[in-house]
């Protein structure tokens, strides 16, 4: 990629449907330090920083398919994201859901604060963004227990107070009517299952994606830092490029950041510059022969795990499919990539 001035030297993003225009970013910043010291949303919170406590989910959203409209909502962890990362994306805050300033709180919030699920408060933010980006995926009207439950592999309660969250979060469920009473946390386990069976059906709000962003037309990004350079190429030409010029410890590639935030904060390394190979589309392809399967190294886990599941015909691509519920978390598996979390083999 040639520094010219046909690269950005600034973010375009929205959080909770307000457009931010950031020309001052430094890629040293998280999406979390951002939104809580700079935006002051501080609903997010700041647990393990590591990707695993899940305090910190915050909903993003980008256009796919700028032919078909298709909008890919995904739930991450905001204390790995890079700032520099959310460039074209709309961000969801629970803040962005409802509040009590507000006269309406989103049916997520309220399921909770109906069954008593939090206790000391500080993991109930993050349980309420997973919450919602389960409830208004795609495959919403299909959910079933067992679904909700697994998609709060990447959240943690230091309370234990599991039980009534999971109460609060089954509630959705299209199978709700096949609740056993006798697993929930209400003393009157009738009561419980009476308010869960009264919200079958209901219908659940979806925050607006920005119109502009439907629009949006990613482009070359170069953000010079203080400590730091960050640079985003938008094709593997551009990438190639850039790593002639900055070869070996001169650059260092990152997708989810779950591998490279591991370097910089547990083993205190330092890199001059940072390229982001999220907007490479090269890198994302997947393909099926006769006798082998192709995966580009910017593949998530999740865009893998849809495509295995119609692939699922195939012995191999079953049995990859049935590893991924033991694998990392629903928040990490939507960043991370097979290029780097798996190659690099980290932590060791």
Not at 5 to 18: Q, R
Not at 42 to 54: I, Y
Not at 80 to 109: F, M, R, W, Y
Request: aromatic residues 8%; proline residues 4%.
């Amino acid at each position: 990629m040639k520094e010219t001035n046909t690269s950005a030297d600034f973010l375009l993003f929205y959080v909770n449907g307000k457009e931010i225009i950031e020309r001052h970013a430094e890629p040293e910043w998280t999406l979390l330090w951002y939104l809580r010291n700079k935006l002051k949303l501080t609903g997010s919170k700041l647990g393990c920083g590591e990707g695993g406590c899940g305090a910190c989910t915050v909903s993003i959203s980008h256009c796919i398919d700028k032919n078909t409209g298709e909008i890919e909502h995904r739930t991450i962890n905001g204390c790995l994201a890079p700032l520099c990362s959310v460039d074209g994306c709309h961000v969801i805050t629970v803040e962005g859901l409802g509040s009590t300033n507000k006269s309406n709180l989103h049916s997520t919030q309220t399921r909770l604060a109906e069954f008593y699920a939090s206790q000391c408060g500080f993991c109930t933010p993050g349980m309420v963004m997973s919450l919602y980006g389960t409830v208004t995926s795609k495959d919403a009207s299909n959910l079933t227990m067992a679904d909700i439950e697994e998609s709060f592999d990447g959240n943690l309660c230091r309370c234990t107070g599991y039980r009534p969250i999971l109460d609060a979060a089954k509630s959705f469920a299209c199978d709700i009517d096949k609740f056993n009473a006798e697993k929930s946390s209400s003393p009157n386990t009738s009561t419980t299952f009476d308010k869960c069976a009264s919200f079958l059906g209901q219908s659940i709000d979806q925050i607006p994606f920005p119109e502009k962003l439907r629009d949006h037309q990613p482009q070359s990004i170069q953000i010079k830092g203080s400590s730091m350079d960050w640079y985003r190429p938008i094709t593997l030409t551009e990438l190639i490029h850039l790593r002639q010029k900055y070869p070996g410890d001169e650059s260092k590639l990152i997708f989810g950041n779950t591998r490279v935030q591991f370097e910089r904060k547990v083993e205190q390394r330092t890199f001059p510059r940072l390229i982001s190979i999220t907007h490479v589309k090269e890198l994302q392809e997947m393909k099926r022969t006769d006798d082998s399967i192709y995966l580009g190294a910017g593949v998530t886990f999740t865009r893998l795990k849809s495509q295995l599941m119609d692939w699922k015909d195939n012995p191999i691509c079953h049995a990859l499919l049935d590893q991924f519920k033991h694998f990392a978390s629903t928040q990490i598996r939507n960043v991370a990539s097979l290029g780097g979390h798996i190659i690099a083999a980290l932590p060791k």
